[in-house]
């Protein structure tokens, strides 16, 4: 049965390939690739069913009887000691800031999505409000990252509010639908608008972030200095590639940190019990819309500042960054991790952006390794890799 | 009989052309249990539906008057029923955060207290020692309620863990736990077996003597209804046919024949 279905997905998609003839462009047939796929898929499933169903995995198993706790904190400490052990390198340090950009949004997206149980498709807006935010103001203002950050967190909550104001009335997929459309439309005007946005060719030279108004340049402009002559040491690019690194840590353990105070107040567990149960929210005099809101412009402003990060790591901001995909990538962080788990999206982010990025070597099966892990990840852990959830409040753990 | 706590007038309840509730009125004391009795389908929900705001009534007045204020629910927001007129109800098939623990769920129930407590969340968020305190006092509240409802060893059990009859009393403490001034039971004994609806009724009875709060009570088990009941109201297609004390009402004979149907020579 499952071995049709990829008969009939494998054959148009698969089955086809351009070939360079000496008369132009010609369609060749790749029978035996579809061949090979159906029958992967074909024993797969007969494995499946001859077993009885997915066979357990004991280290799977053991996943969730595991405190958190701790790993927690030794991925914190690994990785704040990541820039100075002997192997980090540029590269690595890039690619680990780029992890880190997803665990923000990552995490970010948890509040609407693994909190408040808000199908949110369009995050990438909020990506794109703080990142443009920022370009525009340090553009036509002039103003500094530092005062730039905190303004284009609340011009994403701002628009997370005006968005959710209309959209916060539909349930589950409705709001899916129009959050994506509105995700679109953001990208659409960002387009279109050329002579606020630059269009299509974005904003360039961006101004990068200074530490406490040190620049880092080897030259610094008249009157400023730069960082390396601060500290009397040699000027090093890497400096200002470290800064980026610890400036998007500090930026993402803040969210984790105030996303896991929230988790223990009021408003925090008003949002799960919205997840839960509405019309029960209702009748214990919790206010839907508000809460709701209230969610949407906190994951928003998370986004925002990541946004604003994003668009000082680059210099360059394009619409081209803020495409559809961006929010199904963060999207699938988030449901991969587990709902709602904090450590679950720093693993998924690892997995999903992470090895992507070292494999790149491997280029053509990177996406095909991506996908089986997809698969086996869904097969084994259908609620997410760590779909533990802790109580908020213990009584045996209260004192009298 | 002092002025009573709730008072519905020509209450009416269309949807498209079922009337599924058609000019009713009665009053509910404080202090007292009122049962609402009917056969399936005679708009008992729909009433208290109506009473705590998740349907507009097509007509009617609703008044619950207490502590010298006076609210009109049939133009308030169910939220805001539940927040300021105090009414809280629980529901035919129960509706509990079930990943969330018994204690969360009584906690949740104290929302608003806390997220004043906590200055909408930002005097929380910097750890202010007033929002400690409001949250001790929640917990507190939380465990007496889990006492008197014997769910204390369940405090830190997922919801949807629980046993049958555990999460219908859990329900009953996380609507006491809003401090209602009005609660109302949507058949409580619904799938409880004989002692455990025994326990209920002595729970009930415990919550009108010492809260001296209304209750309103929704039930199809007559020895709960006859057992605890003050005053009681019968319903059948919308229509009330029939009120008054448990003994007047098991002799009354067109309660018995909603019940029971016509007999076979007058049909
Ligand atoms: N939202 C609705 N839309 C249309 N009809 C409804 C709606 N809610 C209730 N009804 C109808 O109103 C009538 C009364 O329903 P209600 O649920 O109030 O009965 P009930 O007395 O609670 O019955 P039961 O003892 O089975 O719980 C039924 O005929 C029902 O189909
Ligand atoms: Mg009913």
């Known amino acids: 049965m499952a071995a049709l279905v990829a008969l009939g997905l494998a054959f148009p998609l698969v089955g086809h390939r351009l070939e360079d003839s000496v008369n132009g462009l010609s369609l060749g047939y790749r029978f035996d690739w579809v061949a090979i796929g159906v029958a992967a898929v074909f024993f797969g499933r007969l494995t499946i069913g001859l077993l009885g169903g997915v066979p357990r995995i004991a280290a799977f198993d053991r996943l969730k009887g595991l405190r958190m706790d701790w790993l927690g904190w030794v991925l914190a400490a690994i990785a704040i000691a990541l820039p100075f052990l002997p192997f980090a390198d540029r590269n690595l340090i890039d690619k680990a800031t780029l992890v880190l950009i997803y665990v923000m949004l990552g995490w970010g997206l948890n509040v609407v999505v693994g909190l408040a149980g808000l199908l949110d498709l369009g995050y990438v807006a909020f990506y794109a409000v703080g990142a443009y935010s920022y370009a525009l103001l340090s553009l036509y203002f002039d103003l500094s990252f530092w005062v730039c950050l905190p303004l284009a967190g609340l011009f994403a909550a701002g628009f997370g509010v005006l968005l959710g104001f209309p959209v916060l009335r539909l349930r589950g997929d409705y709001l899916a639908i129009v959050t994506l459309g509105f995700g679109e439309i953001i990208r659409v005007i960002l387009l279109n608008w050329q002579s606020f946005t630059g269009g299509p060719n974005g904003i360039t030279s961006i101004a990068r972030p200074s530490f406490f108004g040190l620049v880092f340049s080897a030259d610094p402009p008249e009157g400023r200095m730069a960082f390396h002559q601060a500290l009397g040491i040699d000027y090093s690019s890497l400096h200002r590639v470290m800064f980026l690194y610890f400036l998007i840590l500090a930026l993402a353990l803040l969210t984790n940190f105030v996303t896991l105070r929230l988790r223990r107040l009021p408003i925090g567990r008003a949002w799960e019990a919205l997840r839960e149960d509405e019309i029960a929210c209702r009748a214990l005099g919790i206010n839907p819309t508000t809460t709701k809101l209230s969610a949407f412009a906190i994951g928003a402003m998370f986004g925002g500042f990541a946004g604003s990060f994003f668009a000082t790591r680059q210099g360059f901001v394009s619409p081209e960054s803020f495409t559809f995909i961006e929010s199904a990538i963060v999207l699938a962080i988030v449901v991969l991790g587990g709902m709602g788990s904090q450590i679950g999206v720093v693993v998924a982010a690892l997995l999903l952006i992470g090895l992507p990025e070292w494999f790149r070597d491997l280029q053509l099966y990177r996406m095909l390794v991506f996908g089986l892990a997809m698969v086996a990840i869904m097969l084994w852990r259908p609620r997410g890799l760590l779909s533990h959830r802790d109580p908020t409040i213990l009584l045996s753990e209260m004192k009298r | ?267």
């Open chain 2, 1 to 267: 009989m002092s002025a009573p706590l709730l008072t519905v007038e020509h209450l009416s309840m269309r949807f498209g052309g079922l009337v599924a509730v058609g000019d009713l009125s009665f009053t509910a004391p404080s202090r007292a249990i009122t049962a609402v009795i009917g056969p399936n389908g005679a708009g008992k929900t729909t009433v208290f539906n109506c009473l705590t705001g998740f349907y507009r009534p097509s007509v009617g007045r609703l008044t619950l008057a207490h502590a010298g204020q006076t609210h009109f629910l049939e133009r308030m927001e169910g939220f805001d029923i539940a927040r300021k007129a105090r009414v809280a109800r629980t529901f035919q098939n129960i509706r509990l955060f079930p990943n969330m623990t018994a204690l969360e769920n009584l906690i949740v129930a104290q929302h608003d207290t806390l997220m004043r407590a906590s200055l909408w969340s930002i005097g929380g968020l910097f750890g202010l020692a007033g929002y400690r305190q409001a949250e001790r006092q929640a917990v507190d509240r939380a465990r007496h309620w889990l006492d008197q409802a014997e769910l204390l060893e369940f405090a830190d059990v997922e919801a949807g863990a629980l046993p049958y009859g555990a999460q219908r009393k859990l329900e009953i403490a996380r609507a006491l736990c809003t401090q209602p001034v009005l609660l109302c039971l949507d058949e409580p004994a619904a799938g409880l077996n004989p002692r455990e609806s025994a326990d209920l009724n002595r729970l009930l009875l415990a919550i009108r003597d010492a809260e001296g709060i209304g209750i309103l009570l929704i039930e199809h088990d007559m020895s709960v209804v006859m057992g605890i009941s003050d005053h009681i109201v019968v319903l059948d297609y919308g229509q009330k046919i029939a009120e008054g004390p448990p003994a007047a009402i098991r002799a009354d004979a067109s309660v018995i024949r909603a019940y029971l149907g016509e007999p076979e020579d007058s049909a």
